[in-house]
């Protein structure tokens, strides 16, 4: 299972950057696919998840997107109004046995892409 996450890059803030993860057929038809991070020195976090509809953690609510396309088997990130506490690597993920009361945990997804570094200057 392969996922590749693309998209990352240096932004000044308040800009906005488009991330996307590119996946098999068989991975994209899962219920959930979902988007974490991870800042230096922090743990990783829950940032976004499609689970036939789309999730948010509270602190990206409002300017960060989730978004698939079926035909491109992609699933994006619109991220607007970037902060530089945004700045982390971030990954894509995946996985068959994640259910809705562990969406948010990262433990709950068995693929991953790589990671894409987003950093945001003030």
């Known amino acids: 299972v392969q996922l590749q996450a693309s998209g990352g890059g240096l932004v000044q803030a308040g800009g906005s950057l488009r991330l996307s993860c590119v996946t098999s057929?068989?991975?994209?038809?899962?219920?959930?696919m979902a988007w974490f991070r991870q800042a230096p020195g922090k743990d990783r976090e829950f940032v976004a998840a499609?689970?036939?509809?789309?999730y948010y953690a509270d602190l990206v609510k409002g300017r960060f997107t989730i978004s698939r396309d079926k035909a491109k088997n992609t699933v994006y990130l619109q991220m607007n109004s970037l902060k530089p506490e945004d700045t982390a690597v971030y990954y894509c993920?995946?996985?068959?046995?994640?259910?809705?009361?562990?969406?948010?945990?990262?433990?709950?997804?068995?693929?991953w892409g790589q990671g894409t570094l987003v950093t945001v200057s003030s």
């Open positions: 993920a995946a996985g068959p046995g994640v259910i809705m009361s562990t969406m948010t945990e990262g433990t709950a997804y068995a693929y």
């Open positions: 057929p068989r991975t994209f038809s899962r219920p959930t």
């Open positions: 499609f689970r036939w509809r789309e």
